[in-house]
């Protein structure tokens, strides 16, 4: 795991920063479900084991936002940075689900900077990320996301 860690001051030449991967992380039944209550999808594909592996995956799989929820502690765990009075998740530009997460699955994030941009009282960071599965041979979600980081 090659994890970075920035100050605020260097931000500026950031972009091209690659980062990762994160440590794996198993995506539970427990998971599904309790973002399933979160958001109010209780989609038979995600919480119904027995409907499930009868379905098209063979047994249920993550919501696709659930595993781009997942992008934030991932993404934490391998990038951070230092001198920071206030951190903002602003967005994505783009995002892709690309490959369904199966219960039980094991996934992990890298990244890249692949942009910075001074704004009003700080700096935005594009940063290409990438969540893998484990085994798998297409990611499970490619996106493009911006943060903004104020000293």
């Given amino acids: 795991m090659t994890a970075v860690k920035l100050d605020y001051a260097d931000l500026a030449g950031a972009a091209g920063t690659e980062f990762g991967p994160s440590e794996w992380l198993e995506v539970t039944q427990d998971r599904i479900d309790t973002f399933a209550d979160a958001t109010d999808d209780h989609q038979w594909i995600h919480v119904d084991p027995e ?16 595993t781009l929820s997942l992008l ?10 230092d001198g920071v009075g206030t951190k903002v998740n602003y967005g ?3 995002v892709r689900f690309v490959s369904p997460v199966k219960v039980g699955s094991r996934i992990r994030l890298s990244g890249t900077v692949a942009d910075v941009t001074e704004v009003p009282g700080g700096y935005q960071l594009v940063v290409d990320v990438t969540i893998e599965i484990e085994g798998g041979t297409k990611p499970a979600v490619v996106a493009r996301s911006l943060s903004r980081f104020y000293a």
């Fill in 51 to 66: 409907r499930a592996a009868e379905g098209p995956f063979g047994a249920p799989i993550a919501h696709g936002f659930l």
């Fill in 72 to 81: 934030i502690p991932l993404q934490s765990s391998v990038f951070d940075v």
């Fill in 92 to 94: 994505l530009d783009k």
